[in-house]
C-alpha cells in the first residue's frame, strides 16, 4: 500500500512537471509567434533557383527577401489603427525585377552611389569601372550586387527573427580589386526593427561601400511621398554638379532647401528655385550626418500624418543619400498592380559619401587585405497618434 502510494505520488509530480513545461511553453508561443518562411520565389535563364524568406517578429510586422540581389521585397507593418499595409515598393514575381528595377529594395555594391568618370586610383593603380549612369559609374556598375544571386539563410537570433545572405565577389568583377567575400545579416527584432548589419573582408587593397535600396512609401498606397514630414539629423550636405557628384564642398544646410533638421514636408521645399535642386531634379543628395557619438547615430525619420507610420534611421555611416524618387515616372507597374508614378516612393541610403575614392578629404572607404568592413544601419518603425 505504502509503495503504491509512493508510485501514485511520483506519477503525480512527474505529471506536474511535464503539464508546467508544457504549460510555459504554450505560453512562450502565445506571446512569441516568430516565424521564418522559405518558399521558391523564381528562376534565373541560366536555371539558378532564386529562394524567398518571409520574416514574421512577435508583433506580426513580417519582410520579405530574396536570394537575387538581397533584395526586400515587402515591409509589412501598421497603421496607428492597427492595419497591416506593405509599405516598400517592388515586383510581386522576379520577372519584374529582371526586366526593370530602378533598384528596388535592393541590396548595392561594391560602392553604392557613383564614383566619377568611372575611375579611381588605389595604391598608385587606376582601375577603370563601367560608366553606367552618363558618364559616371553607379550603384556598383553594370551587375552590381543587385543583380547577383546571394546564398540565403535562416540565421539564430535572441530577439527576433533572422537571414544572412552571402556573396563571394571575385576579384575584378566589374573592374574592383580583391576578392571580396560579403555577407549581409537582415534582423527583423520584436522591437520592430530591421538591423541591417554589413560584413566584407578582401584578400587585396579595395574599395566598399554599401547600401541598401528600399523605396519606402509608409501610406502603402499609390500615392505620391510628398506629404511625408522628413526629419534629417545633419547640418550640411554636399552640394552636387550637373552629374551629381560631390564637388567636396560640406555645405549648411541652413536657409536652403536641404535644411530638413526638423521635421518638414518633402513636397515643401522639392520644386524650389535652387541650382542644386535643378541638378537632382528634386533631393537626390548625400547629408553629412550629425555624429554625435560613435557607433549607431540618428541618421534621418520620415513621418506619415496619414497612417501614423514613422521609420527612423540610425546608421554607423557618416553619409544618407535621400533620394525623392525623382526618376519614378509612372512607367513601373508594381506590386499589386499599383503605378510607381512620379515620386511615389522615397529612398534613405546610409553610406559613405559619393565619389570618396577621387575625394582625399571625405571619410576612407579603402578596405585592405586582413581588415574587415563592418557597417549597420537600423530602421525603427513606429506610430504616432
Ligand atoms: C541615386 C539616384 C538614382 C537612383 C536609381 C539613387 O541612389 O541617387 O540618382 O537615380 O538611385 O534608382
Known sequence: MKQLNMHLFTLIILFLVLAGCTNSKKTNESHVKTAVQKELFGILDDGTKVFAYTLTNANGFSMKVISYGGIITSIKTPDRKGNFDDIVLGYDDLEGYLEKNPYFGALIGRFGNRIAGGQFTLEGKTYTLA???????????????????????????????????????????????????????????????????????????TIVNLTQHTYFNLTGRESDILDHELMINAQKFLPVDSTLIPTGELRSVQGTPFDFTSFKRIGKDINADNQQIAYGLGFDHCWAIDQEKKGLNLAAAAFDA???????????EPGIQFYSGNFLDGTITGKGGKNYGHRSGFCLETQHFPNSPNQPDFPEVVLRAGDVYKSTTKYVFITKS
Do not use: C
Open 131 to 205: 560608366t553606367n549612369d552618363g558618364n559616371n559609374h553607379l550603384h556598383g556598375g553594370e551587375r552590381g550586387f543587385d543583380k547577383v544571386v546571394w546564398e540565403l539563410k535562416e540565421a539564430a537570433v535572441e530577439n527576433g527573427v533572422a537571414v544572412t545572405l552571402e556573396y563571394l565577389s571575385p576579384a575584378m568583377e566589374e573592374g574592383y580589386p580583391g576578392n571580396l567575400d560579403v555577407k549581409v545579416q537582415y534582423t527583423l527584432t520584436n522591437d520592430n526593427e530591421l538591423i541591417v548589419d554589413y560584413h566584407a573582408t578582401s584578400d587585396q587593397t
Open 306 to 316: 496619414k497612417s501614423g507610420r514613422q521609420v527612423s534611421v540610425y546608421t554607423t
